[in-house]
Nanobody, 123 residues
Framework: QVQLVESGGGLVQAGGSLRLSCAASGRTFSIYNMGWFRQAPGTEREFGARIRWTDSKTTYADSVKGRFTISIDNAKNTVYLQMNSLKPEDTAVYYC????????????????WGQGTQVTVSS
């Protein structure tokens, strides 16, 4: 099993920045990719970014590309999501997730999930 604990959410004005953290523990050796997803009320969970544990290869959704940066500290088993130029439409619960797949293209391929952290961007 892998446990994920997120932190860093909060309220920020449009144009501001936040950094989310996700600490992984347990059987972390089984993880290939770490990802960030988000879900706004009444919508489906949406992919945001992912990073490959071994070589830090990153993939971003078009909606966050150029504004968000995902990074990893292997020594701390922690993944970060730096969010800049935030917009009101970025308001959502943000979830950290871990996958044992080499190229997890959907949320269904992530077996482990954190509890979520609320990000609210005011206009």
């Amino acid at each position: 099993q892998v446990q994920l604990v997120e932190s860093g959410g909060g309220l920020v004005q449009a144009g501001g920045s936040l950094r989310l953290s996700c600490a992984a523990s347990g059987r972390t050796f089984s993880i290939y990719n770490m990802g960030w997803f988000r879900q706004a009320p009444g919508t489906e969970r949406e992919f945001g970014a992912r990073i490959r544990w071994t070589d830090s290869k990153t993939t971003y959704a078009d909606s966050v590309k150029g504004r968000f940066t995902i990074s990893i500290d292997n020594a701390k088993n922690t993944v970060y999501l730096q969010m800049n130029s935030l917009k009101p439409e970025d308001t959502a619960v943000y979830y950290c997730a871990a996958s044992t797949y080499v190229d997890p293209s959907t949320a269904a391929l992530y077996a482990y999930w954190g509890q979520g952290t609320q990000v609210t961007v005011s206009s």
